[in-house]
């Protein structure tokens, strides 16, 4: 059997930034980028012939500003019932129950899990059995898969599900479970949806995954965004394989200051960065956030925000990367209290002369040698007498000191 799998298209969502953007062709499709990819959604499931879609949540951002929004899925939906495909929803915190306040009849190949508890509904001719329950609040902290049917003999078991699992950074800790709840239930593949980032829950037998979101829309939704294609056969746990929908990229990209000594050295490590994310990009447009971190004696050229912003953008361009902000935390290492790298290296080159001329420490060692230096010979712990001594305790002396002037930095 094979599904599609994918949550959290928030379609119509308002994407960030685009103000900032004006009116480009880049923030039209920015626009568009939300529907564009639930139609390349479609597009996947009817090319791989899927069997079923499974929707896992956060179709919506919340109510539709009008119907037009509503619309816009039925008809994608309307396309799947074309080619005989079968949906299975759930609605997530984003279009629980009590948020969506306008409703359109859905074609009949998509059904759509009830709130007061979970259900099955099975698909005798697919030999499907699906589980899921809709969330009828925003906010469901009730770890809900504790109480999800067990697994009906002799079908495929798949269940649907919105929660953060066992914890997910930047999203709210709704429908909380463990992996082991998740195996407990002993579906072959659980969809799970609220995580915008891919990720498999639990492997094995039992498996469970987050598809990740369908399109991002934040710099700190970056890189690919898609949906997994699930291959369920008898006797192999289930293969997954994420297959990107989104139809722009974003890509939050930082670059370390440290050490750079002009602002054509910045700029070159940023066009490292860009080129990376533009390749992973294929044909797509890249918007990117840009932000500089690090101790840099260039900081006080990269102070100036319009400057910076232009010297930036005549890079990105080059690379077909749209500029959505630059931030500069970018710190003087001599205003920042750090160690002035013109001191780092005159410290640098003393312990290098010291060490290529062990000779020079004699007049300090001479003491020494006179207290302890037969103890130390005698117990063949050193021989202060010995260059090659010498030398190793100058370098090991000078890389301590050096340790202890940098440590503040990067
Ligand atoms: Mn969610």
Known sequence: MRLVHAADIHLDSPLRGLTRLGDSDL?????????????????????????????????????????ATGRYFVEQMGRLRDSGVRVFMISGNHDAESEITRTLTLPPNVT???????????????????????????????NLVRRYPDALPGLVNVGLLHTAADGAEGHDNYAPCSPADLARAGYDYFALGHVHTHRVVAGGEH??????????????EGGPKGALVVEITRDAPPRLEHVPCDVARWAMITVDTTGAD????????????????????GDRPVV??????????????????????????????????????????????????????ELVASVRAACESLGARPDQLAPWIRPLEREVGRL???????????????????????????????????
């Open 27 to 67: 923030a039209q499709l920015l626009r568009q980028a939300t529907r564009r990819a639930l139609s390349n959604l479609v597009d996947l499931t009817v090319a791989r012939q899927a069997d079923a879609l499974l929707l896992a949540g956060d179709i919506y951002d919340g109510t539709w500003r009008d119907y």
């Open 112 to 142: 759509v899990f009830g709130a007061d508890q979970p259900g099955t509904h099975e698909d005798p001719d697919l030999g499907l059995a699906v589980h899921g329950q809709s969330y009828a609040t925003a906010a469901v902290h009730d």
């Open 207 to 220: 498996v469970a995954a987050f598809s990740g979101n369908l399109q991002g829309r934040m710099p700190r």
């Open 262 to 281: 002009s602002v054509e050295d910045v700029l070159e490590r940023l066009a490292r960065e860009l080129r990376a994310a533009r390749e992973s990009a």
């Open 288 to 341: 990117a956030r840009v932000v500089l971190t690090g101790a840099s004696r260039a900081a006080a050229d990269l102070a100036d925000a319009e400057r910076l912003r232009e010297e930036l953008r005549s890079v990105a361009d080059g690379m077909r990367v749209c500029l959505e902000k630059v931030v500069s935390r970018v710190a003087d290492p001599a205003a920042a209290g750090g160690v002035d790298p």
């Open 376 to 410: 130390l010979r005698g117990a063949g712990l050193l021989d202060l007498n010995d260059p090659a001594t010498l030398a190793d305790l100058a370098g090991r002396a000078g890389s301590g000191l050096l340790a202890r002037l940098t440590e503040g930095e990067g």
